[in-house]
C-alpha cells in the first residue's frame, strides 16, 4: 500500500528574507477577482518529518527570550517589507475586523502567487503598498491597525511551524523553528517563552486548526483534481470562492441548497448560518467531497 507523510510548512516572510520567487507567470480571473499569478515558494512536501529543510531545526520544550513591544528600536519594521501568505482563515478574520465583504478585501488586500505549493492552485499573498517602504496596508503610525484580528504569520513569529501529517493513521504532529532575521531585536529582549507559552501568548490555536484544515484540502489541490480545467476553470474558480470569498460561497450554498443535499444536523446547520467560520470547515469538506477526496460529508 502506498504510504505518505506530508509535512506542511507554514512559513513567514518578513523584513529582508526574499526567500519568494516573484518570476510573473500568468493572468487569470476569479468571479469579481483579476490578480497577478506568481510562482513562489512556500510549502515544501517531504516523504519523512527528518527532511526539514537544511538548517531548520525544531525547537522541543526549550526556552527562548523574545518580547516585541513598542520600545524595541526595530519596532515596525518587520511590518515594511513584509512578504506573507494569507490562509483562508486569515482572510475571513481580516475582511470581519475592516467591516467589509470578502470580495472587497481580495480586490483590495490580495494578490495571488502561483506555485507556492504546487501548481495546482494559486495561493494569496497580501498586498503591500506600492511605494518603496513595501509596508503592510494595515500599519499605522502606532502599530498594528488590525492586531486583534492579524494574520496567522504575524502572531507566529518569529516562530515558524511545520506539520508531519500522516494522512492514513489520521495523526499530525507540528514543530516548531526559530527564524534569525538580525533586524529583529526581540530575541535580545528578556522576556521569557516556551513554544507552548507563545501559541497560547498569540492565541493561535484557533488559527493553527484552521490552517491544518486548509492544508488538508491543499493537498487534495496538489493532486490535480481539476478534471483537465487547467488554470482559472470553473471548478478552480468555484474551489476559490469556498476558500477565499467566504460571502460569495454563502450565497452560492444558498442558492444551490448545498445544506439540504447532506446529512448535516439541524443544530450544525444553523451554526453554519450564523457563522462565517463554521461555513469555511463546511466549505473545506464540501471541496473535498465534490473534488472526489475522503470528506466526512454524507450524501443524503
Ligand atoms: S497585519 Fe499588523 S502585525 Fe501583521 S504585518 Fe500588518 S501591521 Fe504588521
Ligand atoms: S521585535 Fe521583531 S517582531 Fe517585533 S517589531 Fe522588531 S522586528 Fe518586528
Same mark, same amino acid.
Given at each position: 500500500?502506498?504510504?505518505?507523510?506530508?509535512?506542511?510548512?507554514?512559513?513567514?516572510?518578513?523584513?529582508?528574507?526574499?526567500?519568494?520567487?516573484?518570476?510573473?507567470?500568468?493572468?487569470?480571473?476569479?468571479?469579481?477577482?483579476?490578480?497577478?499569478?506568481?510562482?513562489?515558494?512556500?510549502?515544501?512536501?517531504?516523504?519523512?518529518?527528518?527532511?526539514?529543510?537544511?538548517?531548520?531545526?525544531?525547537?522541543?520544550?526549550?526556552?527562548?527570550?523574545?518580547?516585541?513591544?513598542?520600545?524595541?528600536?526595530?519596532?515596525?519594521?518587520?511590518?515594511?517589507?513584509?512578504?506573507?501568505?494569507?490562509?483562508?482563515?486569515?482572510?475571513?478574520?481580516?475582511?470581519?475586523?475592516?467591516?467589509?465583504?470578502?470580495?472587497?478585501?481580495?480586490?483590495?488586500?490580495?494578490?495571488?502567487?502561483?506555485?507556492?505549493?504546487?501548481?495546482?492552485?494559486?495561493?494569496?499573498?497580501?498586498?503591500? @503598498?506600492?511605494?518603496?517602504?513595501?509596508?503592510?496596508?494595515?500599519?499605522?503610525?502606532?502599530?498594528?491597525?488590525?492586531?486583534?484580528?492579524?494574520?496567522?504569520?504575524?502572531?507566529?513569529?518569529?516562530?515558524?511551524?511545520?506539520?508531519?501529517?500522516?494522512?492514513?493513521?489520521?495523526?499530525?504532529?507540528?514543530?516548531?523553528?526559530?527564524?534569525?532575521?538580525?533586524?529583529?531585536?526581540?530575541?535580545?529582549?528578556?522576556? @521569557?517563552?516556551?513554544?507552548?507559552?507563545? @501559541?497560547?501568548?498569540?492565541?493561535?490555536?484557533?488559527?493553527?486548526?484552521?490552517?491544518?484544515?486548509?492544508?488538508?484540502?491543499?493537498?487534495?489541490?496538489?493532486?490535480?483534481?481539476?478534471?483537465?480545467?487547467?488554470?482559472?476553470?470553473?471548478?478552480?474558480?468555484?474551489?476559490?470562492?469556498?476558500?477565499?470569498?467566504?460571502?460569495?460561497?454563502?450565497?452560492?450554498?444558498?442558492?444551490?441548497?448545498?445544506?439540504?443535499?447532506?446529512?448535516?444536523?439541524?443544530?450544525?446547520?444553523?451554526?453554519?448560518?450564523?457563522?462565517? @467560520?463554521?461555513?469555511?470547515?463546511?466549505?473545506?469538506?464540501?471541496?473535498?467531497?465534490?473534488?472526489?477526496?475522503?470528506?466526512?460529508?454524507?450524501?443524503?
Amino acid at each position: 500500500m502506498f504510504r505518505y507523510t506530508v509535512v506542511a510548512i507554514f512559513k513567514v516572510f518578513h523584513g529582508k528574507a526574499r526567500e519568494v520567487d516573484d518570476s510573473l507567470d500568468e493572468f487569470v480571473g476569479f468571479p469579481g477577482i483579476h490578480y497577478n499569478l506568481f510562482i513562489s515558494t512556500k510549502r515544501t512536501l517531504m516523504k519523512t518529518k527528518k527532511d526539514f529543510p537544511e538548517g531548520m531545526v525544531p525547537l522541543g520544550k526549550e526556552k527562548f527570550p523574545f518580547h516585541c513591544h513598542p520600545g524595541v528600536a526595530c519596532y515596525m519594521t518587520c511590518c515594511k517589507n513584509v512578504d506573507m501568505f494569507l490562509y483562508p482563515y486569515d482572510v475571513l478574520c481580516l475582511k470581519k475586523s475592516l467591516q467589509i465583504s470578502s470580495q472587497q478585501f481580495m480586490e483590495q488586500y490580495a494578490r495571488l502567487v502561483k506555485g507556492a505549493t504546487h501548481s495546482y492552485f494559486p495561493s494569496v499573498m497580501l498586498r503591500l @503598498i506600492d511605494d518603496e517602504t513595501r509596508a503592510c496596508p494595515f500599519l499605522q503610525e502606532d502599530g498594528c491597525g488590525v492586531y486583534p484580528d492579524r494574520p496567522s504569520a504575524c502572531r507566529m513569529y518569529p516562530l515558524e511551524r511545520a506539520v508531519d501529517r500522516s494522512p492514513e493513521k489520521g495523526t499530525a504532529s507540528d514543530f516548531y523553528f526559530m527564524t534569525d532575521h538580525s533586524y529583529c531585536l526581540g530575541h535580545q529582549e528578556e522576556k @521569557i517563552f516556551t513554544v507552548k507559552k507563545w @501559541i497560547r501568548d498569540q492565541r493561535l490555536d484557533d488559527y493553527n486548526l484552521m490552517d491544518d484544515l486548509w492544508a488538508e484540502v491543499d493537498t487534495v489541490f496538489s493532486g490535480n483534481p481539476w478534471a483537465g480545467e487547467g488554470s482559472g476553470g470553473p471548478k478552480q474558480q468555484m474551489a476559490f470562492t469556498a476558500c477565499y470569498d467566504i460571502d460569495n460561497f454563502r450565497l452560492m450554498v444558498v442558492k444551490h441548497s448545498l445544506l439540504d443535499r447532506f446529512a448535516i444536523s439541524r443544530d450544525q446547520k444553523r451554526r453554519i448560518k450564523e457563522s462565517d @467560520i463554521e461555513l469555511l470547515k463546511f466549505a473545506f469538506e464540501w471541496l473535498k467531497y465534490f473534488l472526489g477526496a475522503p470528506s466526512s460529508l454524507i450524501v443524503k
